[in-house]
């Protein structure tokens, strides 16, 4: 007999809440930010995949553009309402 057992520990906060928590403390929090997340697996809840973070963009907004698959642009806020999802803190700027 050949069992093979696959577990995911998932956890409950967001890379939003884990931005948010890095702020509060307040000491260089864009180092302490990508101390926790470069390497980190993320679940996206529109699709349910799971990506490992390679890097992030602080110098980038939800209403940054971004090119498309076809020639295009669009920003982060019309690219995620195609899977209901509506970005609530648009106005950020994580460079301060």
Known sequence: MCAELNHKVLRKDT??????????????FQRNYLQKMIGAVVMTPY????YRVDDVR??????????????G??????YYKRYNCNIA???VNFNS
């Open 15 to 28: 890379a939003y809440d884990v931005l948010r928590d890095c702020q509060r403390d307040g000491r260089d």
């Open 47 to 50: 699709n349910n995949k799971t």
């Open 58 to 71: 602080f110098d980038m907004s939800p209403n940054s553009k971004f090119p498309t698959k076809d020639g």
């Open 73 to 78: 642009e669009t920003d982060f806020c019309t």
């Open 89 to 91: 803190d648009v106005s």
